[in-house]
């Protein structure tokens, strides 16, 4: 607190994202980045436009991009945003439509963003509980006052929920956006954007971050009703015109053409984590069954508090939260094979001591 402070600050409560620790050395598996580099031409495309472009502002609508996604995903430009980041995105999606006297609902086990964004744009919401099992109960998203935003597959339970299940809560909020956040999809079955022209209140968010290997160039994404998009637009331009810089545009832009080389990376880490997986609960773990690029596990006679701490001791870093149920839980991102086999190697070692003991 400090008097100059504005409301708006003193009532923020910042996220916390996972630590950043610039020690080469070390096995960094806690904040579900991509272990490959991204495509070889995103690096052509940036050195391209260094030559001579950085003096010009971007173009303001990122068209290149929006161009490549709607190939992508076979929609048109005008029903794609794009923004520094899906959290930029998120966050513009939250002034853009939900009310300050409308709650709107998330689940209690969660991207822990939401409820920040809420916060700070004064928004009401209501928790809505998942099962035992950390699947989503869809009935309880139904006929939601302000709306509905939700991760598919789930952060950090890694859980996929069904399209038709997603339908369901499309059809029962007629009235009110529901945002699908599916920063982990390429991961999972399938994306709701097949569902986008059915719906005209469904807003998918992805991002470049997981799947392409950019998370450090900022690039995030929208897509869905050009009411919905123009909407994100309106805010975007209230703001700020120009959020992603020539070099995210241009990268990401040659990052969706090349579709060869992002299917072979998903593949690449799909099959690493279902050794993963396979391995873990070989050793004593539970493990829900992932369809992202990171799984969430817990052992049996060990606390993950204390497997987290030795791990980060031996160099390798994974996610733990310090929140009611889940505080047993790790969420591990999934390397290389290489890294796993670390990863692996060290539980062993850690698990191993304990039962001698
Ligand atoms: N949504 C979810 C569920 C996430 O886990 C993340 C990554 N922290 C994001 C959105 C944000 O990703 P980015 O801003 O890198 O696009």
């Known amino acids: 607190m400090n008097k100059f402070w504005s409301e708006m600050v003193n009532r923020t409560e910042p996220y916390v994202p996972g630590e950043q620790l610039n020690d080469p050395d070390i096995i960094k598996l806690n904040t579900n980045e991509n272990p490959y580099p991204p495509s ?22 990122a068209d290149g991009l929006r161009l490549a996604i709607a190939d992508t995903y076979d929609v048109s ?65 139904f006929g939601s006052e302000g709306g509905v935003i939700m991760p598919n597959p789930n952060a950090p339970t890694s859980l996929y929920m069904e399209l038709s299940s997603i339908e369901t809560i499309l059809v029962n909020n007629p009235d009110r956006v529901v945002i ?24 998918v968010i992805q991002t470049t971050s ?11 994404y929208a897509i869905g009703h050009p009411d919905l998009i ?23 832009t040659a990052a969706f053409k090349d579709r060869e080389y992002f299917n072979s990376t998903v593949l ?7 050794r993963l997986i396979h391995t873990l609960k070989e050793m004593g ?13 817990k052992h049996t006679d060990k606390a993950a508090a204390e497997i987290y701490v030795e791990l980060k001791n031996a160099g390798i870093l994974v996610r733990h939260f310090n929140q009611p149920e889940i505080d047993n839980y790790l969420r591990i991102s999934v390397g290389t094979d290489e890294q796993m086999d670390s990863l692996l190697r060290k539980l062993e070692q850690l698990l191993a001591v304990d039962s001698h003991i």
């Open 40 to 61: 070889p031409r995103v690096k052509e495309a940036i050195v391209e436009e260094l030559d001579g472009k950085l003096r010009l502002y971007p173009s303001p609508t």
């Open 77 to 141: 430009p005008d029903e794609v945003f794009v923004g520094n980041g899906s959290d930029e995105v998120l966050a513009f999606s939250f002034m853009a439509f939900f009310h300050p006297d409308k709650p709107i609902r998330f689940p209690n086990i969660t991207y822990s963003f939401y409820p920040v964004y809420a916060k700070l744009f004064n928004i009401p919401y209501e928790i809505v509980r998942v099962n035992g099992d950390f699947t989503l109960p869809a009935e309880s998203f």
């Open 180 to 203: 699908i956040d599916e920063a982990y999809i390429d991961f999972a079955t399938a994306s709701a954007v097949e569902l986008v022209r059915l719906y005209e209140n469904l807003l």
């Open 210 to 220: 997981k799947s392409r290997s950019l998370a450090g160039m900022r690039v995030g």
């Open 230 to 252: 123009e909407a994100l637009v309106r805010i975007k331009d209230s703001f700020n015109s120009y959020t992603v810089d020539r070099l995210a545009i241009a990268g990401a």
């Open 268 to 274: 690449k880490i799909t099959a690493t984590r279902n």
């Open 285 to 297: 773990f539970h493990v829900l069954p992932s369809q992202a690029n990171f799984v969430f596990a």
